[in-house]
């Protein structure tokens, strides 16, 4: 039987997406557009009133408060690998959508990602949880030998010192980030070290990128362009900064985190919405650490404590962008893909690990490491997801899928060539990775 292809996983272009400000909050008034939720949570075909719950979701409430009136089956799917959830739906149920769903993701039953969740279900009664703890341990040491670094840096007017204090505060962001996947906790909060946020993340990143990788509806592509593109598009990309965008991506990198302070200033004073919250405060804990310890002037503690964003800045791009999506074998949106994909062969389409972090959870923790698996299970500490690798494979073996993954230097390679790449391709799960 002949394979049908679509181009993209969205029904519709989305709405507001070209607007210059691109922000969380408009890419959510873009959703509450396109997706006939209604006013209400939208899941599959079937409308939900979660108002009275939105207090009492064990996640935290602002998963919920945040995507009202918005579709969130690939939210809930993936945040909640236990039947429990489903099981309530019914008390809160509204009534069927009168339109169809906006994305082509699929979650059939007997399909990739039902068929792996069960198995990973069974699987999550077995396994040592040890491994959770240890990645607590590993965020709690790096963000002491980030603030221990800084106080060195600062009473020895070493910017060398410095320097490492800036691998420490992106690792250590990084490591937050396996954190604000999870229902609220304390260490979330280290996400916010260096002028970023974990709530406006909680959506450009755990709801919008995660669940719609690569795509048109995904916060971090469109957060990048017009300067660095990504998508195989000619019409957003000249021959010129397809080449350009390779020597002038690290500056990009190294200002990414004042690009976020600044976009949400200026979305505030455009909007006349605040988009500041108290936990914002968390980014002055370390100059102001570094000014009461290191017995200098405040101009060299700012001078020094900026330098240390921009270093963290420009390490977080130069891993993070390179982690596992921009190769030219990972699908982006206009690439061909099986018309009714599964939301698993999806994400697998999406991404292409990193090989040589695994087996070191520190290593995974700090590079975004196991990447497939945690798109597919966020909510699961990063130290637990080599367990699932069992159950994981044997569903790729039943559904003709393969897991695809290289080595770091390829990876770099890869991204500098999907910048320049406008050559659309055809994504077979079944076809050998080379």
Not at 59 to 68: A, F, I, Q, Y
Not at 104 to 122: A, C, E, N
Not at 310 to 326: C, K
Request: aromatic content about 14%; overall charge neutral; some cysteine.
């Amino acid at each position: 039987m002949a394979t049908n292809y679509i181009t993209t996983i969205s029904k519709k272009y989305p709405s507001f997406r070209d607007e210059p400000l691109k922000t969380v909050y408009r890419w959510l008034d873009g959703k509450r557009q396109d997706d006939g939720a209604e006013g209400l949570w939208r899941i599959h075909d079937t409308l939900y009133d979660f108002t009275d719950f939105i207090e009492r979701h064990p996640g935290g409430p602002e998963w919920l408060r945040l995507t009202k009136g918005t579709d969130i089956t690939e939210a809930f799917e993936t945040h909640h690998v236990t039947v429990r959830a489903e099981g309530l739906l019914g008390k809160y149920k509204v009534r069927e959508a009168t339109t169809p769903r906006a994305v082509q993701l699929t979650f059939r039953d007997d399909g990739f990602y039902r068929t792996l969740k069960r198995r990973v279900r069974d699987k999550l009664k077995d396994i040592d949880y040890g491994p959770a703890q240890r990645s607590k341990l590993i965020i709690d040491s790096m963000l002491a030998a980030a603030f221990g670094l800084a106080f060195l840096a600062i009473r020895l007017h070493s910017y060398a010192l410095a320097t490492v204090s800036g691998l420490f505060v992106c690792w250590t962001m990084i490591s937050a980030h396996n954190f604000f996947h999870q229902r609220d906790n304390w260490r979330m909060l280290a996400f916010n070290l260096a002028f970023s946020s974990y709530r406006e993340w909680r959506i450009s990143h755990a709801l919008s990128h995660h669940n719609f990788p690569n795509s048109i509806l995904d916060l971090e592509i469109s957060y990048f362009e017009p300067f660095l593109c990504w998508l195989p598009n000619p019409s957003i990309k000249s021959s010129v900064k397809r080449i350009a965008s390779w020597l002038y991506g690290p500056l990009v990198y190294s200002f990414l985190f004042y690009g976020e302070f600044v976009k949400r200033v200026i979305e505030t004073y455009e909007t006349g919405k605040n988009t500041f919250f108290l936990d914002d405060l968390v980014t002055l804990i370390l100059p102001t650490f570094m000014y009461v310890m290191g017995a200098t002037s405040m101009w060299e503690v700012i001078k020094m404590w900026l330098f240390i964003v921009l270093v963290a800045s420009f390490l977080f791009g130069l891993i993070g962008l390179n982690a596992a999506h921009h190769h030219p074998k990972a699908v982006h949106d206009g690439d061909q893909i099986p018309a009714d994909i599964d939301f698993a062969v999806y994400q697998m389409a999406a991404v292409i690990d990193r090989s040589d972090t695994k087996g070191s959870q520190f290593m995974v923790l700090t590079s975004f490491g196991d990447h497939c698996l945690h798109h597919l299970f966020p909510t699961l500490d990063h130290g637990i997801l080599p367990q699932l690798y069992p159950v994981f494979f044997e569903t790729c073996r039943e559904f003709e899928t393969v897991y695809r993954e290289l080595p770091w230097l390829q990876q770099i390679i890869g991204q500098h060539k999907q910048l320049a790449r406008v050559e659309t391709m055809t994504y077979k799960p079944s076809e050998k990775f080379i």
